[in-house]
């Protein structure tokens, strides 16, 4: 395209190739409009170059493919090999592609945090399809609500209505801020509803292997001294 942009490696370049160049102008920590942190978590870095990079520890695949081999509440026509774009969940709300326009613009949603789709971060709302739009454009919600590959998701959004947010940071989570122990999965707590277990005083997700992992923490009001699933 016809246009700068910054590299994955941080250079400049005169002419992007890639779509996340152009937005990497202003998100990639060589600008202060980097810094935009609606939620308060664990890990604090804001440079999406660093959270989408090959050497993060958990990320959406934008640079390159994902880590995890194993995503089956993934919707046709994704898969563990897939690619997103930035645009893909940013753009305009009305129709991004496919209408009548052809708007496809990163800048023009109705939606909070400029999406294409409705994306709740408050906590304690009840989960619906609509709530949870955008996750669910490409995750099967009842693949996730049924249990199929964390036990507890049901629990967590549907009965306790904790928000996808205040456990997965959809971007990614840093080598320079995590670690593949504990941000796997795109682990990275919204501080303001998890606090640390009152027994260990730990705050953080351990990953245990396949499918499962243990938390020290605390939740509305429940301790996880730990808790393992």
């Known amino acids: 395209m016809d246009v700068s942009g910054v590299s994955a490696s941080g250079g400049i370049v005169q002419r992007s190739e890639f779509e996340y160049e152009v937005c990497f102008k202003c998100h990639s920590g060589l600008s202060d409009r980097s810094i935009t942190r609606p939620i308060r978590r664990l890990a604090t870095l804001s440079s999406l170059r660093e959270k989408f990079g090959p050497s993060a520890v958990s990320f959406h695949p934008v ?30 709300d009305s129709d991004v592609r496919t209408g009548p326009a052809r708007i496809h613009a990163p800048h023009g949603s109705k939606y909070r945090y400029l999406l294409v789709r409705r994306y ?49 940071d959809s971007h990614g989570v840093s ?55």
């Open 63 to 92: 640079e390159v493919v994902g880590r995890n081999p194993d995503v089956p509440s993934l919707l046709a026509p994704w898969n563990e090999t897939s690619l997103v774009s930035c645009m893909d969940c940013h753009g305009n």
């Open 120 to 168: 709740e971060t408050g906590d304690l709302i009840s989960e619906s399809e609509q709530v949870y739009a955008l996750c669910y454009k490409c995750h099967d919600r009842l693949n996730l609500l049924s249990d199929q590959t964390f036990t507890l998701h049901n629990k967590h959004i549907v009965v306790q209505r904790t928000p996808c947010s205040v456990c997965h």
């Open 175 to 229: 080598r320079s801020e995590g670690t593949p122990l504990h941000n796997a999965h795109l682990i990275n707590f919204d501080v303001t509803v998890v606090r640390p277990d009152p027994v260990t005083g730990r705050q953080e997700y351990v990953s245990e292997g396949y499918r499962k992992g243990t938390c020290f923490l605390s939740c509305h009001g429940e301790a996880h001294s730990p808790h393992s699933y």
